[in-house]
């Protein structure tokens, strides 16, 4: 896939970037792979504390899931805490449910502290199309603010979710007001910004074509190498194959979004009121919100096959239509898609290939305030303060069934039950 073109992402961007490739042979702290939320946070916290540190990005600076997904800002993770408990304990999972806090608070942290424009709004509804998931919803709620104390959720019945989000599809909702929405690339390109401006060396179109271990571990690309103390591992869904031993660990899924002709502010307002992140609770579940500039964003149609759907821009239409009937008569100006990596249990997968090499992936479409916690762990990691990165690295992770040349007909097959699933009352 063309992850970016045609991205109304690249058509808004504030800037872009203009980074050298490597061409030389250099020698830093620590070197990352991947100019993402991941790489750039976790780059931009160790610079901050007087590190030598160099980014190498095989594309551009977001060329990945951190410049062109959904742009919800969601509190947890892709796996729910029940899940979460079952795999490392309560004690644990309560550890883990904090962080994931953090992660929404130190997104926010960055957007002020470097002055980031990148369209941030407060605000996202969870909804729900049938009874069962109206009863997921409530609990979901309950279990939240009796076991983890989590007191921003509100509970909207049929007549307020109407009132909000302007579709027959759904009957109930549960908003978060600490949760949120924002442009994606603009805030990537906001850390790239900041990383640089800390020191942090960032290097496009420079792809790792060898990582070898030691202490100092070297990264060669075909024009330069780079020898580094530590290592950290951000590639996610487009990490190469290294020999660490992760590429099995997660899964690339193509997800895809449309943005529709500007609508206008009345428009929109009329659609979502209060212009919050939307996301249905389906297993292939839809997720949209407004735009700056008025358009309707609108995503969904997971390909699990790693095959685009044909003719894109009337696929992702149908789905908004579905949900909103009266844009039958919008056009679609833009319309794209790229790779997430999912993990098994859909929990994210930190942890270390070397005593001196980390690495985080498998955010499984959860990762906006994700992928920057994952920064700040691993650049504590590196610095001495382990123990919350640890805590991550106890999640038991699996390798997909079937090795690399029968896991994706695997996972289709598993796809085309869940989604019979949603399918039910």
């Known amino acids: 896939m063309n992850e970016t073109n045609n991205s109304w992402y690249q058509h808004s961007a504030n800037w872009k970037t203009q980074f050298p490739q490597l061409t030389e042979n250099k020698t830093v702290d620590v070197c990352v792979i991947g100019a993402g939320i991941t790489g750039l946070t976790t780059a931009l916290n160790l610079a901050e504390q007087g590190l030598r540190v160099c980014i190498l990005e095989s594309e551009h600076v977001g060329f990945g899931a951190s410049g062109r997904s959904g742009g919800q800002m969601i509190f947890g993770f892709a796996a729910e805490q029940p899940t979460i408990e079952n795999l490392v304990g309560k004690n ?74 302007n579709s027959e599809k759904y009957i109930a909702g549960l908003y978060d007001s600490n949760s949120a929405h924002l442009h994606p690339l603009n805030y990537t390109l906001g850390l790239a910004k900041a990383a640089q401006e800390a020191g942090v060396e960032i290097f496009e179109y420079s792809p790792v074509t060898q990582l070898k271990k030691g202490n100092p571990a070297v990264v060669k690309t075909p024009k330069g190498d780079i020898t580094a103390s530590f290592v950290v591992l951000a590639g996610n869904a487009y990490l190469p194959e290294l020999g660490v031993g992760l590429r099995n660990k997660v899964m690339p899924v193509g997800t895809y979004i449309c943005a529709s002709e500007p609508l206008g502010e009345e428009k929109c307002r009329e659609l979502i009121t209060n212009n919050y992140g939307i996301c249905d609770i389906n297993f292939v579940l839809d997720y949209y919100r407004c735009s700056s500039d ?56 930190f942890g270390r290939a070397d005593k001196n090499i980390f690495f985080a992936q498998g955010f499984s479409g959860h990762g906006i305030a994700a992928t920057g916690l994952a920064g700040k762990l691993m650049a504590d990691a590196i610095t001495g303060t382990a123990d919350k990165f640890d805590v991550f690295g106890k999640i038991p992770h699996m390798s997909f069934p079937g090795g690399r040349m029968f896991r994706t007909p695997a996972l289709v097959l598993a796809m085309a039950w869940f989604r019979m699933k949603d399918m039910l009352p």
């Open 92 to 165: 644990n999972a309560k550890i883990i449910w904090d962080c994931g806090l953090d992660g929404l608070n130190l997104t926010r942290s960055r957007i002020e502290k470097h002055k980031i424009d990148c369209d941030y709004v407060a605000g996202q509804a969870n909804l729900a199309l049938k009874p069962r998931q109206e009863k997921d919803l409530r609990h979901w709620q309950e279990s939240l603010e009796k076991d983890y104390g989590y007191q921003t959720l509100e509970f909207w019945d049929k007549q307020k979710t109407r009132e909000e989000v």
């Open 294 to 349: 008025f358009r309707m964003l609108f995503g969904g149609r997971v390909s699990y096959s790693t095959l685009e759907p044909a003719n894109l821009k009337n696929t992702m239409r149908k789905r908004m239509i579905d949900v909103f009937p009266q844009l039958n008569d919008v056009k679609i100006d833009f319309a794209w898609g790229g790779y997430v990596a999912i993990t098994m249990n859909r929990a994210p997968h």
